[in-house]
């Protein structure tokens, strides 16, 4: 899943993101990888294409790598990532983000008949009110996308 860019550079969140989704790969856990993101008001780059150029740079092939450049929020890069899966023919994935947000996006793809696997990025525990602050986000997040308010 994307995270903000600055200026064609993954944030340190992205980064962390790519890094993971790199060792599935090079695992041979993933035989593809899709970045997904979009402009996120950068008038030149998205987190999409960002996350795809970091992987080229750091020797994945082009053809391994999908890119979805649109998605503005959770929501739209899932149905987005559904959306290409499925034309693709492709059944199954492993969904990498941060953990407090794995649930919400794994159970948005997988609403769209795709078998998910999550796998957290590497994260320094948070404590006190910024971690209770992400996970009831997701939650809030989660159950408003349940009752069908797509943010």
């Known amino acids: 899943m994307g995270a903000a860019e600055y200026r064609g550079k993954p944030s340190p969140v992205l980064k962390a993101r790519l890094d993971h989704g790199l060792a599935l790969f090079q695992r041979k856990l993933a035989p593809r990888i899709l970045t997904t993101g979009g402009a996120g008001g950068d ?3 998205t987190e999409g294409t960002v996350g795809r150029n970091y992987l080229i740079e750091r020797g994945v092939p082009g053809e391994a790598i ?9 929501v739209h890069s899932t ?9 693709m023919g492709l059944k199954s ?16 793809i997988e609403a769209r008949g795709i078998q998910v696997f999550g ?3 590497a994260i320094k525990p948070e404590t006190g009110w910024r971690d209770w602050w992400l996970y009831a986000r997701q939650a809030a997040g989660f159950t408003l996308w349940r009752l069908g308010v797509p943010i």
């Open 119 to 121: 796998s957290p990025r």
């Open 43 to 45: 008038p030149v780059f």
């Open 93 to 108: 994935c492993i969904l990498v983000s941060d953990g407090y947000h794995i649930f919400r996006a794994k159970k948005m």
């Open 66 to 74: 999908i890119l979805e450049a649109e998605g503005e929020t959770t």
């Open 79 to 87: 149905v987005a990532v559904a959306e290409i899966m499925t034309r």
